[in-house]
């Protein structure tokens, strides 16, 4: 059983930065690309940043120059760093990796993690 289990969110003042970890689990043969969005209340769920196994980023534009996405291939581990917090910011942050993974003869399937509340005190 694969899984996804984040951890890293919280209260911070604006301005402020939060680290969040995102780390997959279970019998997996491999992993594609690995991102995190975020889901505002009353908003759709939206890309913040996402990272290809082979190191290709891609970030929001409300996000860019304020957060670094990176990932440990070796412990199928995802990072989100975000500096420069906004009130707009505010939000659940989920995980999500396409994975491939053990006997599914390379299917690869979509997971999510539970989501971290993200909130930014003005």
């Known amino acids: 059983q694969v899984q996804l289990v984040e951890s890293g969110g919280g209260l911070v003042q604006a301005g402020g930065s939060l680290r969040l970890s995102c780390a997959a689990s279970?019998?997996?043969?491999?992993?594609?690309?690995m991102g995190w969005y975020r889901q505002a209340p009353g908003k759709q769920r939206e890309l913040v940043a996402a990272?290809?196994?082979?190191?290709?980023?891609n970030y929001a534009d409300s996000m860019k120059g304020r957060c670094t996405i990176s990932r440990d291939n070796a412990k199928n581990t995802v990072y989100l760093q975000m500096n420069s917090l906004k009130p707009e910011d505010t939000a659940v942050y989920y995980c999500?990796?396409?994975?491939?993974?053990?006997?599914?003869?390379?299917?690869?399937?979509?997971?999510w993690g539970q989501g971290t509340q993200v909130t930014v005190s003005s």
């Open positions: 999500n990796a396409e994975i491939i993974p053990d006997g599914s003869y390379y299917y690869t399937y979509q997971y």
């Open positions: 279970g019998s997996i043969f491999s992993i594609n690309t």
């Open positions: 990272i290809t196994s082979g190191g290709k980023i």
